[in-house]
């Protein structure tokens, strides 16, 4: 009984040994100047990505003529570059405005699954 103690009493002693790992991303963090001019370029860069990429996946399945191998091709290859570019472009414009640049390891696994 009491080796059963004593042993319980040590364990809680250890306390938790699990450990967290986090990404800090550091980028532009010396060009502070940069952060507002860098988020809008990529921010435009953006949206013109998901329009073209939107646009074209609707053209090709509006329009009959449009509806061949080739075509069709092309319109998951947009919907490819759309999942892409809205998996990696908004961690990367949320990295440019707020202060605390880091990233948990399950949501970069996470980014770099979807990715």
Do not use: W
């Not at 009493?9 to 991303?25: D, I, L, P, Y």
């Not at 080739?70 to 707020?98: E, G, W």
Request: charge should be positive; charged fraction near 15%; include cysteine.
């Amino acid at each position: 009984m009491n080796s059963q103690i004593s042993s319980n009493k040590s364990r809680m002693q250890e306390g938790n040994q699990s450990a967290v790992f986090t990404f800090v991303f550091l980028g532009f963090s010396e060009y502070l100047k940069l952060q507002v001019p860098l988020f809008l370029v990529f921010l435009t860069i953006y949206t013109i990505s998901v329009l073209e990429n939107l646009g074209m996946i609707l053209i090709i399945r509006i329009n009959p003529k449009l509806h061949t191998p080739m075509y069709l091709f092309l319109s998951h290859l947009s919907f490819v570059d759309f999942c892409y570019t809205t998996t990696i472009a908004p961690k990367l414009l949320d990295l440019l405005i707020v202060e605390d640049r880091s990233m948990s390891f399950k949501r970069c696994i996470a980014q770099f699954f979807f990715g």
